[in-house]
């Protein structure tokens, strides 16, 4: 079910203001990059309604700071393509930001991984459809194909098939959201890691076209 990227769909309360002082942006951007470079993070005129796409978060002392709406399509990412978001409370639908940027569309899923794993530290949202379409060979779980991307139904899909596991990192597809792949782990490095190697085994499957 295709649906378009960088619609907020849950009620934000956003005030300008700035980052926390303990957020390793550098690492944020690095990764934001290596992700554009591969297509997994980016904007396409013939897809997703010419939306751009893609996002990924760092968990800080309080929330997370994760990339701005409508950045995928930024050539780099800076300090002042980032958000803030302090609370996340995904039964009632709201969001709680700060910072230079308005958070992404994707937030509400970001904060849910984030409330279900305390041991997760990075996400990253991307658009593959190498990956989406092999997910099942690739062995992800997948969200159900009626939840939406940033609605309160997608944010229970991830509590659902992240609360009984007992590993701090790994991924999953999003069913509803057409191409959209998640990883998380303890780091953003690894977090990186997992996704490149998830693009690198789907390239890798009989019949597969090479591509994100």
Not at 18 to 31: G, Y
Not at 65 to 81: K, M
Not at 183 to 206: F, Q
Request: hydrophobic letters at 40%; charged letters at 20%.
């Amino acid at each position: 079910m295709a649906q378009s990227e960088g619609v907020i769909r849950y009620q934000l309360d956003f005030r300008p203001g700035k980052l926390p002082s303990d957020a390793d942006i550098s690492r944020l951007c690095r990764w934001f990059d290596r992700c554009r470079g591969l297509g997994l993070i980016g904007l396409n005129p013939d897809l997703y309604d010419g939306y751009a796409y893609g996002n990924i978060s760092l968990r800080a002392s309080r929330g997370f700071v994760i990339s701005g709406t409508q950045t995928g399509g930024n050539a780099v990412l800076t300090r002042q393509d980032v958000a803030w978001v302090q609370e996340v409370d995904p039964v009632h639908n709201r969001l709680l930001a700060t910072g230079p940027a308005r958070p992404s569309s994707e937030a509400m899923t970001h904060g849910q991984i984030y409330l279900t794993l305390p041991a997760a530290n990075a996400v990253i949202h991307a658009h593959s459809a190498a990956i989406w379409q092999r997910a099942d060979a690739l062995g992800l779980p997948l969200t159900a194909p009626e939840a939406g991307y940033g609605t309160p139904e997608m944010a229970q899909e991830v509590r659902r098939l992240l609360v009984s596991t007992t590993s701090d990192s790994g991924g999953f597809a999003m069913g509803g959201h057409e191409d959209g792949v998640v990883s998380y782990a303890r780091d953003m490095d690894t977090a990186g890691r997992l996704m490149l190697e998830l693009l690198t085994r789907a390239n890798a499957i009989p019949g597969s076209q090479p591509g994100s």
